[in-house]
């Protein structure tokens, strides 16, 4: 009895180093992000969403619309609407369907426009939803979910003409 209660414990243990095996290389390539701020940039005169690096300080501007920076704004700042924006509809509705947001991904930068996937989960079924940055953001904060940026967003960024206030710039 106690040598299958070795062998259970030995599976247990391998199959859960596997998942985090597995965890660990799906992130590879990707820097987890936090929301730091959202401001408007005085020279475009459009708001910037400031995501910064949980494990080193580096920062992703992206450029979005007023709509969006209100919606991440507000969940920044804990301000609660008299009514549920978009966003925070799309969270209900996806709780009543047993779906959950389980990551958000920054995937590229093409043409001074940035890309987001939103990873969710049915029923245990993965599934990728491509997205706008903002949106993406604006559900993860919401949903409380992590952040991620691919290495080859900042690669991209650093090549977007423009200064350091143009739309696709690293600050």
Same mark, same amino acid.
């Given at each position: 009895m106690e040598s299958l209660r070795i062998l259970l414990l030995a599976i247990l243990l391998l199959a859960h180093l596997e998942i985090k095996s597995l965890a660990a290389a799906q992130l590879a390539g990707v820097v987890e992000m936090k929301v730091k701020t959202v401001v408007i940039d005085p020279n475009a005169q459009s708001p910037v969403v400031v995501l910064e690096g949980v494990a080193a300080k580096e920062f992703l501007?992206?450029?979005i619309d007023i709509p969006e920076a209100r919606a991440i704004s507000l969940e920044i700042e804990q301000v609660k609407t008299p009514r549920p924006l978009t966003h925070d509809l !799309? %969270?209900? %509705? !996806?709780?009543r369907l047993k779906v959950s947001v389980t990551k958000v991904v920054i995937t590229d930068l093409r043409n001074h426009t940035y890309y987001a996937t939103v990873y969710l989960t049915a029923g245990g079924t993965p599934m990728e939803i491509d997205s706008r940055p903002s949106d993406a953001i604006a559900l993860a904060i919401r949903a409380k979910v992590p952040v991620f940026a691919e290495e080859r967003v900042f690669e991209?960024?650093?090549r977007v003409p423009g200064g350091p206030s143009g739309p696709g710039d690293r600050i």
């Open positions: 501007p992206i450029w !799309f %969270l209900t %509705l !996806f709780g991209k960024s650093e």
